[in-house]
């Protein structure tokens, strides 16, 4: 079931104090764009078939990447579950599993991480198999290998990095082999390339040798000293199991990266050929099966060569390439379809074109000359075993007047064609750059970018092999928005901040604009101040800062850089040029952005512009009455690429002077600054070279010292469009609030005055070592909100009135399952945030706090139903509230929510019914 983010109003008062009893609505600002927003941002969608239908994961433009399924008809094709609520990516591995009539996969649902889950197709049989971390920033590593008895997965739970675990599918049947320590079990750490050998034998690559298991500990043990190379995570790629044999390619000492053969015993594991003699070694990545022969690519000191083997040292050669004539074909293979192999290499003519063999030399041949003026062919179209249609293959070709389109071929010219021209403009590839093919009886499924009036979008294609026969399945992205990827940008300005601006994806435009906007339809205009080859980017979904009365962003191209506007023409300026690299930092009323490695601070205006000291980057601020610590990186060290350190910043322009060098080293993004007694304090937690450390400091060095031993928290992997999370500490009531962990209670909330004798843990919400991972702090008025995640509501709003112990605020999603509350915003005595729920999925909700009625209420319903409208980007004016959403129509498009609106009560309209508490 899809569960909505709603973004709650949540209203403070005293007792008895009247409020707006109905909610005022929001209204979408313009629809910017009627094109397609092309969501490409999902996972690479790769088909996987169970019972009568084939699953991929997918992003609709709404959801984010999450798990499909068809069943090769239009009204069959459908997402099975929103599994992280909202516009966020819930798969977060192309590759799916089938295991005993179920799928396997490693996915996030916003609150825990990227864990183990399995799926029967359906939304009510999709469920958390394992969640493998007390921290959110651990979790499932690659996918799980299915082997006859149990599942192998690489998982970190959050002590030596990822280790080898089994699972039968259950909570309770799914443990670690052994410790992953590497000084116990050298082969527990980091297990890559895994591969069911037979039956419930599997060989896999850790450390810097091969090993084999069982399953268990003791039937766990080391093959050959030759480390295992990892490869794209790509069906096809990598490791392969042929016949009985593990091929593999590997680097040793003695020979560099070459290809090897195992048959599960230390005698039966060898090299197959030192392709490039030396330590230099050959690169390959991909084994392909014809007869009972195996080939693979190896780079030899001739050229790009194909070799063949049969398994064994001796029958390895090199077959075609520099041996037989053809120096500078550099081959890539492709496929195997029937009794050929089909790769791309260059021809005489210095063009790379379709190749096919029967294995040996004087069966190796151009199929066709596609395209007599250029590359006929991309040297990366298929992949391993995807596209075979019986003794046919399906490519992807470029002939010169259609651009990249899909073909199929017999393996003679004659038997060569075009299969469907799906995008009328040649300079645009139709395929989907990572796009695979599944044969599903005796049909082809496979992805496409298309063309259609409102804009570009890409959907599976199904195909027989035949023109007539290939067919749209179905439309994945129907979204016309105007905030695709991460590139959204809003800032409120002009009188009062009633107006906004706006960076967007116009219609038939290839890069975003920078819009004007009253909040009006026919008031929204494009401001365009920059050369042909520029164009606004933000980088991020944070709302643009202001800065001395002027709005910043930054432009991409030839001339990129940051730029200040009033909103007109003539009150827009580029401050300094290059391209930005990080986010902007706010800082007082200034605002820091790294240009070209130079960290620049700006007012907003061109005199008030300039690079501070050395520093090369900033990572986080923390500011206070226009002074603060600065987390900043300085030039290329002599054995590192850069240093990092905490510095010291008096004033708003003024010089920066360095607290602790961190060196090559790292430290949280958490950092807190205040006025204590009108005294300068500053808190930080860093890693001193011997564990981490909570410091404090006065600004200076030598008042600058570690309190005590503690771990910073870190967020989880959820990747999605909502804003980012603010990363300073609060200063609550004398107090710096803040997420941390001691190893015995995991992620908690701790509290300091910058003392050692202050410093305690504020609470366990989670008893044990799981912890609550707490986030977001937001104060407002005599309380501090933020989010925390327990077993019992899962991960929800919580509140601290600075005494006793935090409480819930409410359980929005009821149960164990979670709401996942974001963009915690204050205006006024109103807090704002997002969180999910299953009725209304992500809509605009109202959370009253009072005496008399602490219920939470439905704003509007933008996005009607259980289907989500995700609001992003939230950014405040003076009585608005700017955002996007989508309403499941015109897709991502600026809307407004008139703020002051909530507070027409009963004393303004006389209206004694509006007021809060009334009987």
């Not at 053809?326 to 009794?339: D, F, I, T």
């Not at 008030?608 to 900033?618: A, F, H, K, N």
């Amino acid at each position: 079931m899809q569960r909505i983010a709603s973004l709650l109003l949540v209203t403070l008062t005293a007792g008895g104090y009247p409020l707006a009893a109905d909610w005022p609505s929001p209204r979408m600002v313009a629809d910017l764009s009627a094109t397609f927003s092309l969501a490409l941002d999902g996972p690479a969608p790769f088909f996987t078939p169970l019972g009568d239908a084939t699953y991929f994961f997918a992003s609709d433009g709404v959801h984010g990447g999450e798990l499909w399924r068809t069943d090769f008809t239009a009204g069959g094709t459908s997402m099975v579950v929103d599994l992280c609520p909202g516009n966020c990516n819930g798969g977060y591995q192309g590759r799916l599993t089938v295991w005993k009539d179920a799928l396997y996969f490693l996915a996030d649902d916003g609150s825990r991480g990227r864990n183990l889950w399995r799926s029967d197709g359906t939304a009510g049989g999709t469920q958390l198999v394992y969640d493998f971390a007390a921290s959110r920033r651990f979790g499932a590593c690659d996918p799980p290998v299915a082997l006859d008895s149990f599942l192998l997965i690489s998982a970190n739970d959050g002590g030596n990095g990822c280790a080898l675990w089994r699972s039968d599918g259950t909570p309770q049947g799914t443990w670690p082999i052994a410790d992953p320590d590497p000084d116990v079990h050298p082969w527990a750490s980091g297990p890559r390339e895994i591969r069911q050998l037979s039956g419930d034998t599997a060989l896999f690559g850790a450390g810097d040798s091969l090993w084999r298991t069982d399953g268990t500990a003791a039937g766990t043990f080391e093959l050959a000293s030759v480390r295992v190379r990892g490869q794209v995570s790509l069906p096809g790629f990598g490791a392969r199991v042929i016949d009985g044999i593990y091929y593999f390619f590997g680097d040793h000492e003695n020979t560099g990266h070459e290809a090897w053969r195992s048959d599960g015993s230390a005698a039966g594991t060898q090299l197959l050929a030192d392709a490039y003699p030396g330590t230099k070694g050959s690169t390959g990545n991909l084994f392909l099966s014809l007869g009972d022969r195996v080939f693979f690519r190896a780079r030899t000191a001739e050229g790009a060569t194909i070799w063949s083997t049969t398994g064994t040292p001796g029958s390895t050669l090199p077959v075609w390439g520099p041996v037989s004539g053809y120096p500078n074909a550099n081959p890539r293979l492709l496929n195997v379809a029937g009794s050929r192999l089909y790769f791309a290499a260059y021809d005489a003519s210095n063009d790379r074109e379709l190749w096919s063999s029967d294995g040996t030399t004087a069966g190796t041949q151009r199929v066709i000359d596609l395209n007599p003026t250029g590359d006929g062919i991309s040297p990366w179209s298929l992949a391993a075993d995807t596209t075979a249609l019986g003794d046919r293959l399906i490519f992807w070709g470029d002939d010169g007047q259609h651009g990249v389109e899909p073909w199929i071929t017999d393996g003679i010219e004659e038997g060569t064609q075009l299969l469907a021209d799906i995008m009328s403009d040649p300079e645009f590839p139709s395929r989907y750059p990572a796009s695979l093919a599944r044969t599903i009886d005796d049909q082809v499924l496979f992805w496409a970018i298309q063309e259609d009036a409102g804009g570009y979008f890409f959907s599976p294609w199904l195909s027989d092999g035949t023109p007539p026969g290939t067919r749209e399945l179905a439309k994945i992205d129907q979204q016309t928005s105007a905030f695709i990827s991460h590139s959204y940008g809003v800032a409120p300005f002009g009188p009062r901040d009633r107006q906004a601006l706006i960076i967007a994806w116009p219609e038939s435009s290839g890069w975003p604009k920078l819009w004007t906007s009253t909040g009006a339809p026919k008031e929204t205009t494009i401001l365009d101040p920059f050369a042909p080859d520029e164009h606004p980017f933000e980088g991020s979904n944070r709302p643009l800062p202001s800065a001395g009365g002027k709005t910043l962003f930054a432009t991409q191209g030839v001339d990129g850089g940051l730029w200040a506007t009033d909103g007109t023409l003539g009150g827009s300026e580029r401050l300094f040029e290059g391209s930005i690299s990080f986010e902007f930092e706010r800082f007082g009323n200034s605002v820091f952005a790294t240009l070209d490695e130079h960290l620049v601070q700006t007012d907003g205006t061109l005199l008030g512009t300039r690079t501070v000291g050395d520093l090369t980057g900033l990572a986080s601020v923390a500011e206070t009455a226009g002074q603060g610590l600065l987390r900043a990186f300085t030039p290329p060290a002599e054995h590192h690429d850069h240093d990092l350190g905490v510095w010291f910043l008096p004033a708003e322009m003024g010089e920066p002077s360095l607290l602790l060098d961190l060196g090559d080293g790292d430290s949280s993004h958490l950092m807190g600054a205040a006025l204590a007694n009108d005294v300068f304090l500053g808190i930080f937690l860093a890693d001193l070279g011997d564990g981490w450390r909570l410091i404090r400091t006065d600004g200076t060095p030598q008042g600058t010292e570690p309190l005590l031993p503690l771990a910073p928290c870190e967020p989880g992997p959820l990747s999605d469009l909502r804003s980012v999370e603010p990363t300073a500490i609060p200063y609550f009531q004398g107090r710096f609030v803040f997420c941390g962990n001691d190893g015995t209670h995991g992620e908690e909330i701790w509290s300091s005055d910058g003392t050692l004798a202050g410093t305690s843990l504020l609470a366990d919400l989670e008893p044990g070592p799981l912890g609550s991972h707490p986030s977001s702090f937001k104060p407002l008025g005599n309380s501090l909100f933020f989010v925390a995640q327990t077993s019992e509501v899962g991960r929800e709003l919580w509140r601290w009135s600075g005494q006793a112990s935090p409480v819930l605020v409410e359980d929005l999603h009821p149960g164990s399952e979670s709401s996942i509350p974001q963009s915690l915003t204050a205006h006024g005595q109103t807090l704002l945030f997002t969180a999910s729920t299953p009725e209304h999925g992500l809509e605009l909700r109202g959370y009253r706090w009072d005496a008399f009625d602490p219920t939470i209420q439905l704003v509007h319903d933008i996005n009607p139903g259980p289907a989500s409208s995700s609001p992003i980007g939230l950014a405040l004016g003076e009585g608005r509230l700017w955002f996007a959403a989508t309403d499941g129509v015109h897709g991502f498009e600026p809307w407004v929510l008139e703020l002051d609106a909530l507070f027409v009560d009963g004393f303004e309209s006389g209206d004694m019914s509006r007021w809060t508490g009334s009987p």
